[in-house]
């Protein structure tokens, strides 16, 4: 089945470190993106990729990083300048009109913990 | 600056009756509307959506209605079950394909 996958389900980081959280498609979709939610709050951008190689800031990408090397891969880092990690880290991707509509289709999330 | 707004952060509904839920948006240039149904810990799931050039969609229990002079749209779930309990985010598009959410509503259906 297609779908997107996020891992790890649950991870932790230190003080200071770097962590990077993986994400994987097999939608064929050109557009991916990575959200966050806070309890409380709607999902935020932090990152989207119209296209291999291409990717832009969204509304919060202070403190993460991203790279789109293939198609199927939009991978988010989470660097130690980012003061405030802990969410839930929503990965997304979304197909053009050829590509089965508008709807956006998600992962099941990555929670983030400090240590 | 929130584009898309969801007023009501909870509601709660008794099974079999109608659950309404509500979603303001500012933007007119938004021309695609969406709603996803969010179980904690995973991700959204889409539900239904609908185009600028309709005022209505149905698939199922699951109905939405767009009134775009009073930039607003509403999806109604009937009869409404208690699986239903989940957290419903609408969402929209503008004709950039620029993706806009709201925050949330909280939905309890009470067996």
């Known amino acids: 089945d297609g779908g997107i996958t996020q891992s790890p389900k649950y991870l932790f980081r230190k003080e200071g470190q770097n962590v990077t959280l993986s994400c994987e498609q097999n939608l064929n979709h050109d557009a991916m993106y990575w959200y966050r939610q806070d309890p409380g709050q709607g999902l935020r951008l932090i990152y989207y990729?119209?296209?291999?190689?291409?990717?832009q800031k969204g509304d919060i990408a202070e403190g993460y990083s991203v790279s789109r090397e293939k198609k199927e891969s939009f991978p988010l880092t989470v660097t130690s300048a980012q003061k405030n990690p802990t969410a839930f880290y929503l990965c997304?991707?979304?197909?053009?009109?050829?590509?089965?509509?508008?709807?956006?289709?998600f992962g099941d999330g990555t929670r983030l913990s400090i240590l | 600056d929130q584009q898309v707004k969801q007023n009501s952060p909870s509601l709660s509904v008794q099974e079999g009756r109608i659950s309404i839920l509500n979603c303001d948006y500012t933007n007119s240039m938004f021309d695609y509307f969406l709603w996803y149904k969010k179980y904690p810990a995973e991700g959204p799931t889409f539900l239904i959506s609908?185009?600028?050039?309709?005022d209505k969609n149905e698939d199922g229990r699951f109905t939405v209605f767009l009134n775009k002079s009073a930039k607003h749209l509403s999806l109604h779930i009937v009869p409404s079950q208690p699986g239903d309990s989940a957290v419903y985010f609408c969402a929209a598009l503008n004709t950039g394909n620029q993706f806009y959410f709201g925050t949330g509503t909280s939905l309890t259906v009470i067996p």
């Open positions: 990729s119209q296209i291999v190689n291409d990717f």
């Open positions: 609908i185009s600028s050039i309709k």
């Open positions: 997304a991707s979304r197909g053009g009109l050829g590509q089965g509509g508008r709807a956006t289709h």
